[in-house]
């Protein structure tokens, strides 16, 4: 349908057809970026759950492949990750070396949860052909606690301690459980992190990965925890807490437990790092989702979409605590003949407008700085003005902002104005609270078909937000109101769609 036709993206992963929630099985094997997701192929509602299958050389120009994983009567394919096991540690493989021509493709094995009403239990299913099919083994399950909510396994390989560490959570328990192994099929219990930051309902797709700490040598970890439902903004979101992990245990950084939340709208959901990259190239996705509506969404043949990849790191933002960092990959390459905005300084109460090429995706960064403003007003009053706002908008009336208040240094969203769609749980507007007293602010913008992401000063703090227009959004404007903003970077692409 028309929609279908508007709301598809252009540089974001979306499946052809059917539904699609979390991302699974996210490895790079030297050659391809593998992405598999959970799936329902035959109507766009979460149903029956298989893994959906895609792979790519550059995280954006994706090829669709063969179904990796089916329901079977031990139950559906519930999300789970990819490992390589390059040493054959499990025996699944060939031994090495080894005359089979096959065996020159990567040792790909996927590692899931087996979900029936009454027992969710992790299994494995090993690949010969690079990824594109599974069989699984006849040893499975590899890890069963006679549990119902034991879910979402995530492994990878700890050099230090020469053994797989799988975290896995406990999901009603509010617990991530960790296990350790030497064959992929004999795991030992390690220690739980449990009870921290907030609980929702339901602990779902934990991971642990290790990453730069930006401008020193050092490294932190990081444990990202999807919660469902019960998210402050409602529904599902995902946090995270920085630390050190031992091989054993994982440890926030003090002993005021530090978490923070991975974005300030409501669509990112069930992220998942990269297997087999350098933590110098830590690198995620997630779901461009909630639970809350997701099925709800104007699509009619297919619904999910993904973030843009992103690389993680931490930083020890002004005020001495050290937070999570996101930045999208790889845009630089995508980038068509930029759109010139002759304007650097825009006085109080003025409008500058841009036409924009419909039906593609928009890359905006801009850097600026509101004039400064007196707290108290002539007449006693406390001042509210100084706002900066970037209207996406047609002539169908509809507006999307992204707005900087210079007064109270808070950036919001605004997506109530599109008429798409309307959903009680579809929250109309955001905000997150910036580092006080700097009237400066700094914003990395994409937009395509039915997506938003923002990120704002370099990264530090991300909204991800599902935007539904009813005609596309062809112009951008640039406003402030009681305060003039001089404009240091101003940087408009349209972006070259990476779809077939
Ligand atoms: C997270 C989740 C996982 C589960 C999968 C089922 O969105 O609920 O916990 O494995 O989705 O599709």
């Given at each position: 349908?028309?929609?279908?036709?508007?709301?598809?993206?252009?540089?974001?992963?979306?499946?052809?057809?059917?539904?699609?929630?979390?991302?699974?099985?996210?490895?790079?094997?030297?050659?391809?970026?593998?992405?598999?997701?959970?799936?329902?192929?035959?109507?766009?509602?979460?149903?029956?759950?298989?893994?959906?299958?895609?792979?790519?050389?550059?995280?954006?120009?994706?090829?669709?492949?063969?179904?990796?994983?089916?329901?079977?009567?031990?139950?559906?394919?519930?999300?789970?990750?990819?490992?390589?096991?390059?040493?054959?540690?499990?025996?699944?493989?060939?031994?090495?070396?080894?005359?089979?021509?096959?065996?020159?493709?990567?040792?790909?094995?996927?590692?899931?949860?087996?979900?029936?009403?009454?027992?969710?239990?992790?299994?494995?299913?090993?690949?010969?052909?690079?990824?594109?099919?599974?069989?699984?083994?006849?040893?499975?399950?590899?890890?069963?606690?006679?549990?119902?909510?034991?879910?979402?396994?995530?492994?990878?390989?700890?050099?230090?301690?020469?053994?797989?560490?799988?975290?896995?959570?406990?999901?009603?328990?509010?617990?991530?459980?960790?296990?350790?192994?030497?064959?992929?099929?004999?795991?030992?219990?390690?220690?739980?992190?449990?009870?921290?930051?907030?609980?929702?309902?339901?602990?779902?797709?934990?991971?642990?990965?290790?990453?730069?700490?930006?401008?020193?040598?050092?490294?932190?970890?990081?444990?990202?925890?999807?919660?469902?439902?019960?998210?402050?903004?409602?529904?599902?979101?995902?946090?995270?807490?920085?630390?050190?992990?031992?091989?054993?245990?994982?440890?926030?950084?003090?002993?005021?437990?530090?978490?923070?939340?991975?974005?300030?709208?409501?669509?990112?959901?069930?992220?998942?790092?990269?297997?087999?990259?350098?933590?110098?190239?830590?690198?995620?996705?997630?779901?461009?989702?909630?639970?809350?509506?997701?099925?709800?969404?104007?699509?009619?043949?297919?619904?999910?979409?993904?973030?843009?990849?992103?690389?993680?790191?931490?930083?020890?933002?002004?005020?001495?605590?050290?937070?999570?960092?996101?930045?999208?990959?790889?845009?630089?390459?995508?980038?068509?003949?930029?759109?010139?905005?002759?304007f650097?300084?825009l006085?109080?109460r003025t409008t500058e407008t841009?036409?924009?090429?419909?039906?593609?995706?928009?890359?905006?960064?801009?850097?600026?700085?509101?004039?400064?403003?007196?707290?108290?007003?002539?007449?006693?009053?406390?001042?509210?003005?100084?706002?900066?706002s970037?209207d996406?908008?047609?002539?169908?009336?509809?507006?999307?902002?992204?707005?900087?208040?210079?007064?109270?240094?808070?950036?919001?969203?605004?997506?109530?104005?599109?008429?798409?769609?309307?959903?009680?749980?579809?929250?109309?507007?955001?905000?997150?609270?910036?580092?006080?007293?700097?009237?400066?602010?700094?914003?990395?913008?994409?937009?395509?078909?039915?997506?938003?992401?923002?990120?704002?000063?370099?990264?530090?703090?991300?909204?991800?937000?599902?935007?539904?227009?009813?005609?596309?959004?062809?112009?951008?404007s640039f406003s402030t109101?009681?305060?003039?903003?001089?404009?240091?970077?101003?940087?408009?692409?349209?972006?070259?769609?990476?779809?077939?």
């Amino acid at each position: 349908s028309a929609q279908d036709y508007l709301y598809r993206p252009s540089i974001h992963f979306s499946p052809p057809v059917g539904w699609m929630n979390d991302p699974n099985g996210l490895i790079y094997d030297g050659e391809y970026f593998h992405l598999y997701y959970q799936y329902d192929p035959i109507a766009p509602y979460a149903g029956f759950v298989h893994w959906g299958s895609a792979k790519s050389k550059d995280l954006y120009s994706w090829e669709d492949g063969p179904i990796a994983l089916k329901p079977t009567t031990a139950g559906e394919a519930f999300s789970g990750c990819a490992i390589i096991d390059r040493n054959n540690t499990s025996g699944f493989f060939p031994a090495l070396p080894d005359t089979d021509p096959r065996s020159k493709e990567p040792n790909l094995a996927l590692i899931y949860t087996r979900a029936s009403a009454k027992l969710q239990t992790q299994d494995i299913a090993i690949s010969r052909d690079g990824g594109q099919t599974y069989t699984e083994i006849s040893e499975n399950p590899i890890l069963d606690i006679h549990s119902n909510s034991f879910r979402d396994p995530k492994v990878f390989f700890h050099a230090p301690s020469g053994r797989w560490i799988m975290t896995v959570v406990q999901s009603r328990l509010h617990k991530v459980s960790f296990y350790g192994s030497f064959n992929l099929k004999d795991w030992m219990h390690l220690s739980d992190f449990e009870s921290a930051g907030l609980f929702g309902i339901d602990y779902e797709c934990p991971n642990l990965i290790e990453v730069p700490l930006e401008g020193t040598n050092e490294t932190r970890w990081l444990m990202l925890i999807s919660i469902n439902p019960g998210a402050p903004q409602g529904g599902s979101t995902t946090q995270y807490f920085v630390g050190f992990f031992d091989g054993e245990r994982f440890k926030a950084e003090d002993e005021h437990t530090v978490f923070g939340l991975i974005d300030f709208c409501k669509d990112s959901y069930a992220l998942q790092c990269y297997e087999n990259l350098p933590l110098s190239q830590a690198t995620m996705i997630a779901w461009l989702g909630n639970w809350q509506y997701g099925e709800e969404v104007p699509h009619t043949t297919w619904r999910g979409v993904m973030t843009l990849p992103r690389r993680l790191s931490v930083r020890r933002d002004t005020d001495g605590w050290i937070r999570l960092v996101q930045r999208p990959l790889g845009l630089e390459n995508l980038r068509l003949a930029q759109i010139p905005t002759p304007f650097r300084h825009l006085p109080a109460r003025t409008t500058e407008t841009v036409a924009l090429p419909k039906n593609q995706a928009i890359e905006l960064i801009i850097k600026a700085s509101l004039e400064p403003r007196d707290k108290m007003l002539p007449d006693g009053s406390l001042g509210r003005a100084g706002r900066f706002s970037i209207d996406f908008a047609n002539n169908n009336g509809e507006k999307l902002t992204v707005g900087f208040d210079g007064f109270f240094c808070q950036l919001w969203v605004e997506r109530g104005g599109l008429k798409g769609f309307a959903n009680p749980f579809f929250t109309r507007e955001f905000s997150t609270s910036l580092t006080p007293d700097l009237r400066e602010f700094s914003l990395r913008i994409v937009y395509d078909a039915c997506t938003l992401e923002i990120y704002v000063n370099d990264g530090i703090s991300v909204g991800s937000s599902l935007v539904f227009p009813q005609e596309a959004l062809d112009r951008v404007s640039f406003s402030t109101t009681n305060t003039a903003a001089s404009i240091q970077q101003l940087e408009i692409y349209p972006l070259r769609s990476t779809m077939p």
